[in-house]
Protein backbone atom coordinates (compact mmCIF):
# COMPACT_ATOMS: atom_id res chain seq x y z
CA UNK A 1 0.00 0.00 0.00
CA UNK A 2 0.76 3.64 -0.99
CA UNK A 3 -0.11 7.08 -0.40
CA UNK A 4 1.34 9.79 -2.93
CA UNK A 5 0.84 13.03 -2.08
CA UNK A 6 0.87 15.91 -4.55
CA UNK A 7 0.20 19.81 -5.52
CA UNK A 8 2.30 21.63 -3.49
CA UNK A 9 4.27 24.50 -4.34
CA UNK A 10 4.66 28.41 -3.75
CA UNK A 11 2.02 30.86 -3.47
CA UNK A 12 1.70 34.34 -2.81
CA UNK A 13 -0.25 34.94 0.69
CA UNK A 14 -3.96 35.15 -0.45
CA UNK A 15 -3.40 32.17 -3.04
CA UNK A 16 -4.89 28.88 -2.76
CA UNK A 17 -3.47 25.36 -3.38
CA UNK A 18 -5.00 21.86 -3.92
CA UNK A 19 -3.48 19.03 -2.12
CA UNK A 20 -4.01 15.58 -3.63
CA UNK A 21 -3.54 12.48 -1.89
CA UNK A 22 -4.02 8.88 -3.60
CA UNK A 23 -3.91 5.43 -2.40
CA UNK A 24 -2.47 2.34 -3.79
CA UNK A 25 -1.94 -1.50 -3.87
CA UNK A 26 -3.94 -4.07 -1.83
CA UNK A 27 -6.87 -1.99 -0.14
CA UNK A 28 -10.07 -3.06 0.75
CA UNK A 29 -11.24 -0.28 2.55
CA UNK A 30 -9.91 2.87 3.80
CA UNK A 31 -11.15 4.67 7.16
CA UNK A 32 -10.59 7.85 8.47
CA UNK A 33 -7.95 10.37 6.17
CA UNK A 34 -5.77 13.28 7.69
CA UNK A 35 -3.71 15.78 6.36
CA UNK A 36 -0.50 16.94 8.92
CA UNK A 37 1.78 19.60 8.28
CA UNK A 38 4.95 19.98 9.77
CA UNK A 39 7.62 22.90 9.92
CA UNK A 40 11.58 22.16 11.27
CA UNK A 41 11.67 22.71 14.66
CA UNK A 42 8.11 21.50 15.70
CA UNK A 43 5.75 18.71 16.16
CA UNK A 44 3.75 17.34 13.48
CA UNK A 45 0.09 18.96 13.24
CA UNK A 46 -2.92 18.11 12.50
CA UNK A 47 -4.72 19.92 10.25
CA UNK A 48 -7.80 18.18 8.62
CA UNK A 49 -9.43 15.18 8.98
CA UNK A 50 -12.25 13.18 7.09
CA UNK A 51 -14.17 10.19 7.79
CA UNK A 52 -15.07 7.38 5.17
CA UNK A 53 -18.86 9.52 5.60
CA UNK A 54 -17.72 12.69 5.22
CA UNK A 55 -17.50 13.77 8.11
CA UNK A 56 -15.02 16.23 8.11
CA UNK A 57 -12.95 18.19 11.29
CA UNK A 58 -10.37 21.09 11.14
CA UNK A 59 -7.58 22.43 13.33
CA UNK A 60 -8.86 26.25 13.93
CA UNK A 61 -5.93 27.61 12.33
CA UNK A 62 -7.48 26.61 9.08
CA UNK A 63 -11.06 26.59 9.93
CA UNK A 64 -13.08 28.80 6.98
CA UNK A 65 -9.87 28.12 4.74
CA UNK A 66 -9.41 25.32 3.87
CA UNK A 67 -11.25 22.21 2.93
CA UNK A 68 -11.22 18.56 3.25
CA UNK A 69 -12.63 16.35 0.62
CA UNK A 70 -12.51 12.36 -0.66
CA UNK A 71 -13.20 10.56 -3.77
CA UNK A 72 -14.12 7.04 -2.15
CA UNK A 73 -14.42 5.31 -5.80
CA UNK A 74 -10.98 6.64 -6.58
CA UNK A 75 -9.23 5.91 -3.11
CA UNK A 76 -8.01 9.76 -3.28
CA UNK A 77 -8.71 12.54 -0.77
CA UNK A 78 -7.80 16.12 -1.55
CA UNK A 79 -7.14 19.57 0.61
CA UNK A 80 -7.90 23.01 -0.90
CA UNK A 81 -6.31 25.58 0.32
CA UNK A 82 -7.69 29.31 0.20
CA UNK A 83 -6.93 32.68 1.90
CA UNK A 84 -3.02 31.05 2.48
CA UNK A 85 -0.78 32.79 5.30
CA UNK A 86 3.19 32.50 5.31
CA UNK A 87 2.29 30.53 8.84
CA UNK A 88 0.78 27.89 6.64
CA UNK A 89 4.55 27.17 5.10
CA UNK A 90 5.25 23.62 6.12
CA UNK A 91 5.67 19.98 4.52
CA UNK A 92 2.12 18.63 4.51
CA UNK A 93 1.63 14.81 5.07
CA UNK A 94 -1.17 12.72 4.09
CA UNK A 95 -2.18 9.39 6.28
CA UNK A 96 -4.73 6.65 6.16
CA UNK A 97 -6.14 4.11 8.20
CA UNK A 98 -6.03 1.30 5.65
CA UNK A 99 -7.76 -2.01 5.79
CA UNK A 100 -5.98 -4.54 3.39
CA UNK A 101 -7.51 -8.02 1.61
CA UNK A 102 -6.25 -9.88 4.52
CA UNK A 103 -7.97 -8.09 6.97
CA UNK A 104 -4.91 -6.21 8.61
CA UNK A 105 -5.54 -2.44 9.29
CA UNK A 106 -2.76 0.13 9.80
CA UNK A 107 -2.15 3.96 9.22
CA UNK A 108 -0.29 4.50 6.05
CA UNK A 109 1.78 8.13 5.35
CA UNK A 110 2.59 9.78 2.31
CA UNK A 111 5.71 11.00 1.68
CA UNK A 112 4.85 14.89 1.88
CA UNK A 113 4.41 17.85 -0.42
CA UNK A 114 6.12 21.36 0.29
CA UNK A 115 3.83 24.65 0.80
CA UNK A 116 5.79 27.65 0.53
CA UNK A 117 3.52 30.97 1.02
CA UNK A 118 5.68 34.07 0.01
CA UNK A 119 5.85 37.31 -1.61
Known amino acids: VQLQASGGGLVQPGGSLRLSCAASGSIDSIDNMHWYRQTPGKPRELVAT???????NYADSVKGRFTISRDNAKNTMFLQMNSLEPEDTAVYYC??????????????WGQGTQVTVSS
Open 50 to 56: ITRGGNT
Open 95 to 108: SALITTPWGRELYY
